[in-house]
């Protein structure tokens, strides 16, 4: 994947459209559109907040220096030039000229040099900017990002969901960014406005007339409304009250909904994601501190059921902490091959005998509300683990910041969680194992509080090397430590889709898909 | 107090008959036994307590357990009425499922029967501050709504089977209350209590032994009725997942399949089906009760 | 003073009495449950640090004598705060106060339903006691009160949502389009439809079964013998003397049931995604957010108080028989 991006390092890119599939007419202005969106999200800043329920509307509110087409390879977006330096160690930015913010304030160097900073200070995903020394800003339209060493991903990072550029008079007043008061009234200098956000039932976003884009974004409106249940989901977008819902799991609607005639259903556009369903376990809670007691629970899951029966055969089984898809995913191994009695005997060996009434030991499984599978999947250990005598009860959360908050600060026994790649290991795997992002009350950080020096040195190397083999070995070794360490039970790769009403075009369909602005999203047919 | 008059399952002032005489009880029962939709109420209820006594023993899966493949519809294997998106057995969550419901159903109406009849008998029987105070109770507990109330204390002391019950008959005795009050206030003007009195009864045996018999009628009714309210509840606590998370139960299920339903009918239609079934044979047998005590109503 | 004058200080102090009641109930719901207080104040919300505790404990004065801080607590109300939801990091009543109007919409107008279809329905079955659509009624209104609310609201959103789409499928508006004007009322009251009907009718069920009951009373009064015998229409005879006899009773359930009523909403929000006070209390909940439920219980007695008190006066109003007996 790194030698993709050399590739790309050099001189400007042109502009290529990105083509969703749909016509290739004159793009036509107007309309809006409804976005049903599963769960809320806890505000709207995403340089200190990762997850698709706040990087999809910041996407559309905030810009960032580049965007990625469907091939991987970035675009011009804030910047229309990027150079990177031959010895790897800075990336010079030339923005666009007249690039202004929501508020009529225009877009500088130093904006750019601020959200930089404000992403590697406060962002989950610490080894993302890990390198970042420092952005200079030699005039108003050059920001230079200095590296300490050579960043193989230092270009993803620049994407819309991952490198939001903020207004620094309005962030940067030295309240705290992580619950800074503009976070839930966000000021960006993307397509859309922010317009209003109602608590549990919507966030409208409006057309930035001043967008630096000329005659973008096509669409006047974008209406996100939180529609918690699934069925309401399926039923909104058939009666084409909703037009647009990504991020869909649930197999047996999305079959439905693919003999819509009014529907268009795409597997594309989660390229860059990896998505991973996982069991995490809390380390700093006992019994889970025990590596048996992990393991066991390991041997006792049944993948082939989950991936067969519970995924309705569309499952495909994640054998790591690197999705498969990336150079770097492990080997076609099954490392915890469903072993009941294997389980069983770690659990006497790790000190947790069964007692009079069979049982164990009690654990709560929490997952994320709004993703059916993670929810099945949490009900499904209470009989499958029955079987080895532990008795686990699923604990539900009323909506994500209350599942976040829980995880984050570290009050939970194991949790159903689904977790992204993010395009390359720096920036979606590193942070979940790194022991130095243990940072209590940031969701997707190391909430396991797992810790391993082997793990961090591997981490370290992998992070700058620029041979791919060599990056690869470190990758490999890392992913049989964590396996057998068992800080996480790797289950199964999300089966994402994306359905949306046939009259609409151009759809982002890119390596991030509605993780990237609809700025050239349009009406093809008027609703 | 509110100027409001209470209306009762039984329009009050009906049950004047001095406690000799022939039995009433009896007399009521022959008049129960005539009514075709109270008998049927009747046969349907001894069913669904013989299905949720027996049919675990009958049907010993684990309602829990993952028996099959997911969605498997009614009718197609050996799990007749299908399984839900785990796999587990819906006829296995319907019969085990049962249990908790009837017995929390059953145990807060008793609880609030108990709690009402008491607290309206000492009002109504001594009236005075006794019946202002205890009457300002029993509105204080009126003003709030029964199921949220449940949800609250739920909440703070853990959903157990037994805090559910507790819960839900601490949130439904107020009704009950009202009409013993009524009750032992009519009663306590009557001349057979008098004599009673008279006769140098001590209060307690006057409301134990000479009032209550002659009071029951209208409260029975109401402990029917109250018994399908508090199965109701029930169900809708556990539909929202405030139910005990160890116990299978009909409420539960809907809320866990609801998810489903556009694909999969069936584990959220049948269990919805019993609590029904079993509601309406409660409001049958309720029905059939009011009817036999009060003679006059039967000829609508 | 006047015997009016009297009558409402009589009142009001009796509705100030009950809400002082509801609130030293709360005050010590909060200290009766096990557990620490401040850890119960807080809730599940994960990020109960020592700090965010020692800040609760300070503030709420957990160290004081129990009375001392109940008289704290009862002089905050006062002043208008209801406590705060370190969940939302926002005043209780900032969060109340964007959930009252959806929940008082779906409730008020549930409760309308019920009151006029369950009123003529039982008038009509009792005008023509034996007729089929009589015995049909008692069948359905049984039926009616036997199935659970948020059953009967599931398969009629499939129903009418989905299989035959008369009705939008959540929410209280569509979310495209103004937010002001007759468009906007169109569009909630279209959101509206589902969930105030199924609220309605376990109500619908009782109420045309008490109004059939009672118009049967009266229609075999020698009140209404009287008036026939005077030569009046049969339309006249139920509309003019009958039905305010038999709509009385409906209205005084309908206050009595309020309550109810207000709890019912708690599912039907939850089944159809209304952003009401109900889906709220059901979240907080989940959350263990216990000052944001307490403020929701506190708001509900309120309201359900204020409704019991109407329901007196209009029922003072429709007979005036009653005006004379006095407040007790």
Not at chain 1, 147 to 166: E, N, W, Y
Not at chain 1, 315 to 330: E, K, M, N, T
Not at chain 2, 254 to 267: F, H, K, N, T, V
Not at chain 3, 172 to 188: A, F, K, N, P, Q
Request: glycine share 8%; charged share 20%; hydrophobic share 50%.
């Amino acid at each position: 994947m790194f030698r993709e991006f050399t590739k790309l390092l050099c001189g400007a890119a042109v502009a290529t459209v990105i083509v969703a599939g749909a016509a290739l007419a004159e793009p036509t202005r107007g309309g809006s559109i409804v976005w049903p969106v599963a769960s809320a999200p806890r505000h709207f800043n995403s340089a200190v907040q990762s997850g698709i329920a706040t990087a999809m509307p910041a996407a559309q509110i905030f810009a960032s220096p580049l965007r990625f087409d469907a091939d991987w390879k970035p675009q011009p977006y804030l910047a229309e030039k990027w150079e990177m330096a031959p010895d790897g160690l800075s990336v010079t930015l030339t923005l666009v000229d007249g690039a202004k913010f929501h508020d009529g304030k225009p877009v500088t160097s130093e904006d750019v040099a601020f959200s930089v900073m404000a992403v590697k200070e406060n962002h989950p995903f610490k080894s993302m900017l890990e390198p970042v020394t420092g952005v200079d800003t030699p005039d108003p339209r050059t920001a230079i990002v200095r590296l300490a060493h050579p960043h193989p991903a230092i270009l993803l990072a620049m994407s819309p969901a991952l490198m939001p550029i903020l207004p620094k008079h309005v962030y940067g007043d030295g309240q705290d960014l992580k619950s800074h008061p503009a976070n839930l009234k966000p000021v960006g200098s993307g397509p859309f406005k922010f317009e209003e956000y109602r608590e549990g039932e919507y966030i409208t976003l409006v057309r930035n007339d001043d967008f630096f884009i000329k005659d973008r974004p096509y669409l006047d409106r974008i209406v996100m409304r939180i529609i918690p249940d699934g069925p309401n989901r399926t039923i909104a977008m058939e009666r084409h009250e909703g037009h647009v819902m990504p991020f869909e799991e649930r197999i047996r609607d999305i079959n439905r909904m693919k003999r819509q005639d009014g529907l268009v259903v795409t597997d594309q556009g989660y390229a860059g994601i990896g998505p991973i369903n996982w069991l995490a376990f809390n380390l700093e809670r006992p019994p889970f501190d025990n590596k048996k007691v992990r393991q066991a629970i390991g041997y006792a899951i049944d993948k082939e059921f989950v991936t067969k029966a519970l995924m309705e055969g569309v499952g495909v089984r994640a054998l790591g902490p690197i999705a498969p898809g990336s150079p770097f995913s492990p080997k076609d191994v099954e490392p915890y091959k469903l072993d009941l009695d294997k389980a069983n005997r770690l659990l006497d060996e790790a000190g947790f005998p069964r007692k009079a009434d069979g049982t164990r030991f009690t654990m709560n499984v929490d997952y994320i509300p709004g993703f059916a599978l993670l929810k099945t999947m949490a009900e499904y250990m209470k009989p499958q683990l029955a079987k080895v005598g532990i008795k686990a009860e699923p604990r539900p959360s009323p909506d994500f910041p209350t599942w976040a908050s829980r995880v984050s600060n570290h009050d939970f026994d194991a949790t159903m969680d689904v977790v992204f790649n993010w395009g390359d290991p720096v920036i979606g795997v590193h942070r979940t194992y790194l022991s130095s992002n243990i940072r209590k009350g940031v969701i997707w950080s190391n909430t396991q509080s797992y810790s391993n020096p082997r793990v961090d040195e591997l981490l370290a190397a992998a992070g700058k090397e620029q041979d791919e083999a060599k990056r690869k070995a470190l990758y490999d070794e890392f992913q049989k430590i964590v396996v057998d360490d068992a800080p996480i039970l790797f289950i199964a790769v999300s089966p994402y889709h994306t359905v949306f009403d046939k009259r609409l075009a151009n759809l982002p369909t890119t390596i991030w898909g509605t993780a990237s602005p609809l700025d050239e999203t349009y009406w093809a047919q008027k609703p | 107090m509110s100027a409001v008059p209470q209306r009762t399952p039984a329009a009050a002032g009906v049950y004047g008959a001095p406690p000799a005489a022939r039995s009433p009880m009896g007399e009521a029962w022959r008049m129960f036994l005539r009514n075709r939709a109270a008998v049927a109420g009747l046969v349907l209820m001894v069913g669904i307590v013989l299905m949720t006594l027996v049919g675990p023993l009958l049907y010993p899966v684990d309602p829990f357990g993952m028996v099959w493949a997911p969605f498997t519809p009614p009718l197609e294997t050996e799990y007749v009425l299908g399984t839900d998106y785990l796999g587990r057995d819906v006829l296995a969550g319907i019969v085990h499922g049962g249990t908790a419901t009837l017995a929390v159903g059953a145990s807060a109406a008793v609880i609030s029967i108990v709690l009402g009849v008491l607290i309206g008998a000492f009002a109504g029987y001594y009236g005075g501050w006794v019946d202002a105070t205890l009457m300002r109770v029993t509105e204080f507990f009126q003003v709030l709504p029964p199921l949220l109330l449940a949800m609250v204390l739920i909440t703070l002391f853990q959903p157990t089977l037994t805090t559910i019950a507790a819960t839900i008959g601490l949130a439904s005795w107020t009704g009950v209350a009202r009409l013993a009050r009524a009750e032992f206030m009519r009663l306590n003007q009557q001349e057979f209590v008098r004599a009673a009195r008279a006769l140098s009864a001590s209060n307690a045996r006057i409301m134990l032994r000479v009032i209550l018999p002659n009071a029951l009628p209208p409260l029975i009714v109401m402990a029917a009725m109250n018994t399908g309210v508090a199965i109701l509840f029930e169900a809708g606590l556990s539909f929202l997942g405030l139910g005990d998370p160890t116990t299978m139960s009909w409420g539960f299920m809907i809320g866990a399949s609801r998810e489903y339903i556009l694909d999969a009918w069936w584990p959220v239609t049948l269990p919805g089906i019993a609590i029904f079934l079993t509601v309406l044979a409660v409001s049958l047998i309720g029905d059939g009760l009011n009817d036999a005590f009060n003679p006059k109503l039967r000829e609508r | 003073m006047t015997s009016i004058a009297r009558a409402v200080l009589y009142r009001t102090a009796h509705v100030l009495g009950l809400l002082l009641a509801v609130l030293v109930f709360n005050f010590l719901l909060i200290h009766l449950a096990p557990g620490d207080p401040a850890q119960v104040i807080a809730g599940d919300m994960g990020g109960a640090t020592p700090e965010v505790l020692a800040e609760i404990r300070t503030r709420f004065g957990l160290d004081l004598p129990l009375h001392e801080q109940l008289l704290a607590y009862l002089g905050r109300v006062l002043t208008g705060d209801l406590g705060y939801s370190f969940y939302f990091d926002r005043p209780v009543t900032a969060l109340i106060g964007q959930r009252i109007l959806p929940t008082l919409i779906l409730v008020l107008s549930a409760l309308v339903l019920a009151v006029v279809v369950g009123t003529v329905l039982g008038v009509i079955s009792a005008r023509w006691p034996r007729s089929w659509f009589s015995h049909a009624l008692t069948v359905l209104s049984l039926a009616g009160y036997s199935a659970p609310v948020f059953w009967t609201g599931i398969l009629l959103l499939i129903l009418f949502a989905s299989v035959w789409p008369l009705f939008p499928v959540t929410g209280m508006y569509s979310g495209i389009g103004d937010r002001t004007g007759i468009s906007y009322l169109i569009d909630v009251a279209h959101h509206l439809v589902l969930p105030a009907f199924t609220l309605a009718i376990v109500y619908i069920a009782q109420y045309s079964r008490l109004s059939r009951a009672a118009m049967l009373d009266v229609l075999g009064s020698d009140y209404i013998r009287t008036a026939r015998a005077k030569g009046l229409g049969e339309g006249k005879v139920i509309f003019k003397h009958a039905l305010r006899n038999a709509i009385l009773p409906v209205i005084t359930m309908a206050g009595l049931q309020f309550s109810n009523l207000f709890a019912g909403a708690v599912l039907v929000e939850t089944v159809f995604g209304w952003p009401g006070m109900g889906r709220l209390a059901f979240e907080s909940i989940l959350r263990r957010d216990a000052p944001t439920i307490l403020g929701i219980l506190f708001f509900s007695a309120l309201v359900v108080i204020v409704a019991n008190q109407l329901t007196d006066l209009f029922y003072r109003l429709a007979d005036p028989r009653i005006a004379g007996k006095g407040s007790r």
